[in-house]
Protein backbone atom coordinates (compact mmCIF):
# COMPACT_ATOMS: atom_id res chain seq x y z
CA UNK A 1 0.00 0.00 0.00
CA UNK A 2 1.41 3.13 -0.76
CA UNK A 3 1.54 6.15 1.76
CA UNK A 4 1.42 9.84 1.40
CA UNK A 5 2.49 11.98 3.75
CA UNK A 6 3.59 15.47 4.52
CA UNK A 7 7.66 15.32 5.08
CA UNK A 8 8.14 16.13 9.10
CA UNK A 9 10.73 18.85 10.10
CA UNK A 10 14.12 17.41 10.99
CA UNK A 11 14.20 17.89 14.62
CA UNK A 12 17.63 18.95 14.20
CA UNK A 13 17.07 22.00 12.49
CA UNK A 14 15.67 24.35 15.07
CA UNK A 15 12.54 26.77 13.15
CA UNK A 16 11.09 29.70 14.20
CA UNK A 17 7.80 29.10 15.98
CA UNK A 18 5.12 32.07 14.83
CA UNK A 19 2.07 32.44 16.90
CA UNK A 20 -0.74 34.77 17.82
CA UNK A 21 -0.84 35.79 21.42
CA UNK A 22 -4.29 36.75 21.44
CA UNK A 23 -5.72 34.53 18.26
CA UNK A 24 -9.31 35.11 19.39
CA UNK A 25 -9.24 38.97 18.26
CA UNK A 26 -8.29 37.69 14.42
CA UNK A 27 -12.52 37.00 14.68
CA UNK A 28 -12.56 40.38 14.60
CA UNK A 29 -11.82 40.17 10.60
CA UNK A 30 -14.97 39.35 10.26
CA UNK A 31 -16.67 42.65 11.00
CA UNK A 32 -15.08 43.39 7.17
CA UNK A 33 -17.86 41.55 5.83
CA UNK A 34 -20.80 43.60 6.27
CA UNK A 35 -18.52 46.67 5.44
CA UNK A 36 -17.16 45.29 2.42
CA UNK A 37 -21.23 44.50 1.33
CA UNK A 38 -22.37 47.82 2.61
CA UNK A 39 -19.91 49.95 0.28
CA UNK A 40 -20.49 48.01 -2.72
CA UNK A 41 -24.28 48.85 -2.51
CA UNK A 42 -23.67 52.08 -1.48
CA UNK A 43 -21.62 52.56 -4.61
CA UNK A 44 -23.85 50.40 -6.71
CA UNK A 45 -26.81 53.10 -5.58
CA UNK A 46 -24.62 55.68 -6.01
CA UNK A 47 -24.32 54.96 -9.63
CA UNK A 48 -27.48 53.98 -10.46
CA UNK A 49 -28.41 57.90 -9.14
CA UNK A 50 -26.29 59.64 -10.98
CA UNK A 51 -27.83 57.55 -14.41
CA UNK A 52 -31.39 58.71 -12.67
CA UNK A 53 -30.01 62.11 -12.54
CA UNK A 54 -28.75 62.10 -16.01
CA UNK A 55 -26.06 60.78 -18.34
CA UNK A 56 -22.64 60.41 -16.21
CA UNK A 57 -20.89 62.93 -18.51
CA UNK A 58 -23.26 65.52 -17.62
CA UNK A 59 -23.10 64.72 -14.38
CA UNK A 60 -19.39 64.63 -13.76
CA UNK A 61 -19.33 68.37 -15.74
CA UNK A 62 -21.58 69.81 -12.46
CA UNK A 63 -19.10 68.19 -10.56
CA UNK A 64 -15.79 67.89 -11.92
CA UNK A 65 -13.95 67.60 -8.47
CA UNK A 66 -15.54 64.20 -7.67
CA UNK A 67 -13.60 60.72 -8.58
CA UNK A 68 -15.05 57.15 -7.97
CA UNK A 69 -11.77 55.82 -8.06
CA UNK A 70 -10.56 57.84 -5.17
CA UNK A 71 -13.12 56.65 -3.48
CA UNK A 72 -12.33 52.92 -4.22
CA UNK A 73 -8.71 53.45 -3.28
CA UNK A 74 -9.18 55.30 0.08
CA UNK A 75 -11.73 52.59 1.20
CA UNK A 76 -9.16 49.88 0.81
CA UNK A 77 -6.84 51.78 2.07
CA UNK A 78 -8.93 52.16 5.28
CA UNK A 79 -10.21 48.43 5.24
CA UNK A 80 -6.19 47.56 5.08
CA UNK A 81 -5.31 49.43 7.69
CA UNK A 82 -7.86 47.92 9.76
CA UNK A 83 -6.68 44.64 9.06
CA UNK A 84 -3.20 45.91 10.13
CA UNK A 85 -4.65 46.75 13.42
CA UNK A 86 -6.39 43.56 14.01
CA UNK A 87 -3.36 42.00 13.35
CA UNK A 88 -1.43 43.63 15.94
CA UNK A 89 -4.04 43.21 18.81
CA UNK A 90 -3.93 39.70 17.96
CA UNK A 91 0.02 40.37 18.47
CA UNK A 92 1.64 38.15 16.43
CA UNK A 93 5.07 36.10 17.60
CA UNK A 94 7.94 34.54 16.74
CA UNK A 95 9.75 31.97 18.79
CA UNK A 96 13.46 32.89 19.53
CA UNK A 97 14.53 30.46 22.04
CA UNK A 98 14.18 26.69 22.47
CA UNK A 99 14.85 24.22 25.23
CA UNK A 100 14.53 20.71 25.59
CA UNK A 101 12.24 19.16 28.10
CA UNK A 102 11.75 15.72 29.45
CA UNK A 103 8.21 14.95 30.12
CA UNK A 104 6.73 11.25 30.88
CA UNK A 105 3.63 10.47 28.79
CA UNK A 106 2.30 8.77 25.64
CA UNK A 107 1.69 9.38 22.10
CA UNK A 108 -1.45 9.95 20.97
CA UNK A 109 -2.11 9.52 17.03
CA UNK A 110 -5.84 10.60 15.56
CA UNK A 111 -6.87 9.80 12.31
CA UNK A 112 -9.61 12.04 11.06
CA UNK A 113 -12.75 11.17 8.45
CA UNK A 114 -12.84 14.20 6.42
CA UNK A 115 -14.96 12.42 3.68
CA UNK A 116 -17.92 14.29 1.68
CA UNK A 117 -20.19 11.94 4.17
CA UNK A 118 -18.91 13.82 7.28
CA UNK A 119 -21.15 16.79 6.19
CA UNK A 120 -24.37 14.92 7.09
CA UNK A 121 -26.31 16.66 9.69
CA UNK A 122 -27.81 13.79 11.91
CA UNK A 123 -25.59 15.60 14.35
CA UNK A 124 -25.32 19.63 14.73
CA UNK A 125 -23.93 21.06 13.12
CA UNK A 126 -22.20 18.46 10.88
CA UNK A 127 -20.74 14.84 11.50
CA UNK A 128 -17.21 16.73 11.15
CA UNK A 129 -17.84 19.73 12.62
CA UNK A 130 -18.86 17.93 15.96
CA UNK A 131 -15.69 15.57 15.62
CA UNK A 132 -13.19 18.64 15.19
CA UNK A 133 -14.82 19.95 18.62
CA UNK A 134 -13.93 16.86 20.31
CA UNK A 135 -10.40 16.46 19.13
CA UNK A 136 -10.17 20.37 20.58
CA UNK A 137 -11.63 19.41 23.56
CA UNK A 138 -9.41 16.33 23.78
CA UNK A 139 -6.43 18.40 23.67
CA UNK A 140 -7.48 20.83 26.00
CA UNK A 141 -6.87 17.61 28.44
CA UNK A 142 -3.61 16.71 27.52
CA UNK A 143 -0.81 17.67 29.48
CA UNK A 144 2.63 15.43 28.89
CA UNK A 145 1.59 13.76 26.21
CA UNK A 146 2.71 13.84 22.26
CA UNK A 147 -0.09 14.10 19.69
CA UNK A 148 -0.32 14.04 15.91
CA UNK A 149 -3.06 14.10 13.30
CA UNK A 150 -3.98 11.97 10.53
CA UNK A 151 -6.81 13.04 8.11
CA UNK A 152 -8.02 10.43 5.70
CA UNK A 153 -10.67 10.12 2.65
CA UNK A 154 -9.69 7.85 -0.10
CA UNK A 155 -6.17 8.55 0.88
CA UNK A 156 -4.58 9.60 4.39
CA UNK A 157 -2.02 12.60 5.06
CA UNK A 158 -0.37 13.05 7.97
CA UNK A 159 -2.06 16.76 9.09
CA UNK A 160 0.71 16.91 11.73
CA UNK A 161 3.71 15.38 13.23
CA UNK A 162 3.92 14.13 17.11
CA UNK A 163 4.38 17.09 19.10
CA UNK A 164 3.32 18.86 22.29
CA UNK A 165 3.01 21.93 20.82
CA UNK A 166 -1.23 21.95 21.57
CA UNK A 167 -1.79 25.70 20.09
CA UNK A 168 0.03 24.11 16.75
CA UNK A 169 -2.70 21.59 16.53
CA UNK A 170 -5.97 23.81 17.21
CA UNK A 171 -4.58 25.88 13.82
CA UNK A 172 -4.08 22.42 12.03
CA UNK A 173 -7.63 21.58 13.17
CA UNK A 174 -8.98 24.63 12.02
CA UNK A 175 -7.60 24.36 8.62
CA UNK A 176 -9.27 20.67 8.20
CA UNK A 177 -12.30 20.41 5.94
CA UNK A 178 -13.60 17.91 3.72
CA UNK A 179 -11.67 19.65 0.79
CA UNK A 180 -8.09 18.88 2.13
CA UNK A 181 -7.73 15.08 0.62
CA UNK A 182 -9.01 15.42 -3.13
CA UNK A 183 -9.61 11.58 -3.16
CA UNK A 184 -12.81 10.85 -1.31
CA UNK A 185 -13.51 7.14 0.39
CA UNK A 186 -13.08 6.12 3.45
CA UNK A 187 -9.36 4.33 3.50
CA UNK A 188 -9.30 3.86 7.46
CA UNK A 189 -6.41 1.20 6.73
CA UNK A 190 -4.61 3.50 4.61
CA UNK A 191 -5.10 5.99 7.82
CA UNK A 192 -4.18 3.33 10.30
CA UNK A 193 -0.81 2.37 8.62
CA UNK A 194 0.35 5.86 8.28
CA UNK A 195 -0.48 6.34 12.52
CA UNK A 196 1.51 3.35 12.50
CA UNK A 197 4.48 4.69 10.95
CA UNK A 198 4.03 8.27 12.65
CA UNK A 199 4.89 6.92 16.07
CA UNK A 200 8.68 6.59 16.95
CA UNK A 201 10.29 3.36 16.11
CA UNK A 202 11.81 1.01 18.77
CA UNK A 203 8.53 1.48 20.93
CA UNK A 204 6.08 -1.15 21.24
CA UNK A 205 4.19 0.51 24.09
CA UNK A 206 3.06 4.27 25.27
CA UNK A 207 0.91 4.15 21.94
CA UNK A 208 -2.64 5.27 21.06
CA UNK A 209 -4.56 6.07 17.43
CA UNK A 210 -8.03 7.35 17.79
CA UNK A 211 -10.25 6.46 14.94
CA UNK A 212 -12.20 9.55 14.65
CA UNK A 213 -15.33 8.30 11.64
CA UNK A 214 -18.71 7.29 10.55
CA UNK A 215 -17.30 4.21 9.49
CA UNK A 216 -19.56 4.33 6.45
CA UNK A 217 -18.07 2.80 2.69
CA UNK A 218 -14.68 1.48 4.11
CA UNK A 219 -12.05 0.43 1.63
CA UNK A 220 -10.87 -2.92 2.04
CA UNK A 221 -6.89 -3.14 4.15
CA UNK A 222 -8.47 -2.03 7.53
CA UNK A 223 -8.09 -5.58 8.93
CA UNK A 224 -4.46 -6.47 7.93
CA UNK A 225 -3.63 -2.42 9.06
CA UNK A 226 -5.39 -3.47 12.76
CA UNK A 227 -2.99 -6.67 12.82
CA UNK A 228 -0.27 -4.89 12.36
CA UNK A 229 -0.62 -2.27 14.88
CA UNK A 230 -1.39 -4.59 17.39
CA UNK A 231 2.11 -5.92 16.84
CA UNK A 232 3.50 -2.49 17.15
CA UNK A 233 1.66 -2.04 20.76
CA UNK A 234 -0.61 0.37 19.41
CA UNK A 235 -4.36 0.33 21.51
CA UNK A 236 -6.79 1.64 19.06
CA UNK A 237 -9.65 3.36 20.13
CA UNK A 238 -12.73 4.37 17.74
CA UNK A 239 -15.19 7.20 18.09
CA UNK A 240 -18.32 7.03 15.59
CA UNK A 241 -20.19 9.75 14.73
CA UNK A 242 -23.63 9.96 13.13
CA UNK A 243 -26.82 8.13 13.59
CA UNK A 244 -28.24 4.96 12.24
CA UNK A 245 -30.72 6.85 10.95
CA UNK A 246 -28.86 8.78 8.30
CA UNK A 247 -28.56 11.95 6.84
CA UNK A 248 -28.25 13.14 3.31
CA UNK A 249 -25.29 13.69 1.99
CA UNK A 250 -24.69 17.31 0.86
CA UNK A 251 -22.87 18.54 -2.26
CA UNK A 252 -20.89 21.94 -3.27
CA UNK A 253 -23.93 22.95 -5.80
CA UNK A 254 -26.66 22.91 -2.96
CA UNK A 255 -27.95 19.62 -3.70
CA UNK A 256 -27.69 15.88 -2.07
CA UNK A 257 -25.23 12.95 -3.43
CA UNK A 258 -28.01 10.44 -5.47
CA UNK A 259 -28.06 6.93 -6.67
CA UNK A 260 -28.25 5.55 -10.07
CA UNK A 261 -31.80 6.05 -9.83
CA UNK A 262 -31.32 9.71 -8.74
CA UNK A 263 -32.81 8.95 -5.19
CA UNK A 264 -31.27 10.55 -2.39
CA UNK A 265 -28.47 8.63 -0.72
CA UNK A 266 -29.25 9.32 3.06
CA UNK A 267 -25.48 8.22 5.28
CA UNK A 268 -25.78 5.82 8.34
CA UNK A 269 -23.10 5.78 10.51
CA UNK A 270 -21.78 2.36 10.97
CA UNK A 271 -21.37 1.44 14.13
CA UNK A 272 -20.84 -1.96 14.26
CA UNK A 273 -17.61 -2.02 11.95
CA UNK A 274 -16.33 0.91 14.31
CA UNK A 275 -16.38 -1.38 17.44
CA UNK A 276 -15.17 -4.36 15.17
CA UNK A 277 -12.09 -2.29 14.58
CA UNK A 278 -11.51 -1.16 18.42
CA UNK A 279 -12.12 -5.09 19.33
CA UNK A 280 -9.18 -6.25 17.22
CA UNK A 281 -7.20 -3.12 17.90
CA UNK A 282 -7.47 -4.31 22.07
CA UNK A 283 -8.82 -0.57 22.49
CA UNK A 284 -12.82 0.70 22.85
CA UNK A 285 -15.52 1.95 20.55
CA UNK A 286 -17.36 4.68 21.62
CA UNK A 287 -20.24 6.91 19.95
CA UNK A 288 -19.63 10.55 20.06
CA UNK A 289 -22.51 12.42 21.95
CA UNK A 290 -21.48 15.19 23.93
CA UNK A 291 -18.37 14.56 23.53
CA UNK A 292 -17.10 14.98 27.33
CA UNK A 293 -18.20 11.72 28.23
CA UNK A 294 -16.56 10.07 25.42
CA UNK A 295 -13.22 11.95 26.56
CA UNK A 296 -13.68 11.18 30.07
CA UNK A 297 -13.43 7.43 29.13
CA UNK A 298 -10.80 7.67 26.65
CA UNK A 299 -8.48 9.48 29.02
CA UNK A 300 -9.68 6.60 31.52
CA UNK A 301 -8.06 3.87 29.35
CA UNK A 302 -4.89 5.97 28.06
CA UNK A 303 -4.52 6.04 31.79
CA UNK A 304 -3.71 2.53 32.25
CA UNK A 305 -1.31 2.62 29.37
CA UNK A 306 2.54 2.36 30.41
CA UNK A 307 3.86 6.22 30.21
CA UNK A 308 7.30 6.98 29.00
CA UNK A 309 10.00 9.68 29.01
CA UNK A 310 9.66 11.98 26.42
CA UNK A 311 12.58 14.16 25.00
CA UNK A 312 11.11 17.31 23.58
CA UNK A 313 12.11 20.89 22.07
CA UNK A 314 9.73 23.77 23.16
CA UNK A 315 10.06 27.59 22.50
CA UNK A 316 10.23 29.23 25.97
CA UNK A 317 10.75 32.95 24.57
CA UNK A 318 8.92 34.78 22.03
CA UNK A 319 9.30 38.28 20.18
CA UNK A 320 6.71 40.51 20.00
CA UNK A 321 6.00 41.90 15.94
CA UNK A 322 2.63 43.45 16.51
CA UNK A 323 4.51 47.29 16.32
CA UNK A 324 5.52 46.56 12.38
CA UNK A 325 1.47 46.21 11.70
CA UNK A 326 1.02 48.76 13.87
CA UNK A 327 3.48 50.99 11.86
CA UNK A 328 1.47 49.72 8.90
CA UNK A 329 -1.52 50.87 9.41
CA UNK A 330 -0.61 54.31 10.36
CA UNK A 331 1.11 54.93 7.45
CA UNK A 332 -1.85 53.15 5.52
CA UNK A 333 -4.25 55.54 8.09
CA UNK A 334 -1.89 58.57 6.88
CA UNK A 335 -2.16 58.05 3.05
CA UNK A 336 -5.49 58.23 3.09
CA UNK A 337 -5.87 61.48 5.18
CA UNK A 338 -3.78 63.06 2.39
CA UNK A 339 -5.42 61.76 -0.61
CA UNK A 340 -7.65 64.56 -1.78
CA UNK A 341 -11.21 63.07 -3.02
CA UNK A 342 -11.22 65.48 -6.20
CA UNK A 343 -10.28 64.57 -9.38
CA UNK A 344 -6.66 64.46 -10.89
CA UNK A 345 -5.26 65.32 -14.03
CA UNK A 346 -3.29 61.97 -13.27
CA UNK A 347 -6.82 60.59 -12.88
CA UNK A 348 -8.38 62.10 -15.29
CA UNK A 349 -5.83 60.17 -17.81
CA UNK A 350 -6.66 56.72 -16.48
CA UNK A 351 -10.44 58.01 -16.23
CA UNK A 352 -10.55 56.77 -12.83
Known amino acids: ?113 VSRSMLAQDVQPNRLARAKNFI ?9 DRFAMVIFAGRAYLQMPLSVDYSAVKLYLRSVSTESVPTQGTNIGEAIDLANE ?37 KVFTVAVGTEKGSPIPLPNGDYKRDAEN ?23 LILGNGKDEIEAIFKELGRISTKEIDDVVFTEY ?10 AALLLIA ?7 RSRLFEKLKI
Request: net charge positive.
Open 1 to 113: MTVACRPRPSPSVPRPMFRFEHIEYLLLLALLVPVLLLFIYFSVWRRKSIERFGSKSLVYQLIPDFSDGKQVIKFVLLTLAYICLVIAIANPQIGTKQEKVKRNGIDVVVALD
Open 136 to 144: SNFVDQLKN
Open 198 to 234: SFAKGDNKSKALIIISDGEDNEPGVEEALEKAAQNGI
Open 263 to 285: NIVLSKVNIEAMRSYAAKGNGKA
Open 319 to 328: DDKFQYFLIA
Open 336 to 342: EFMLSER
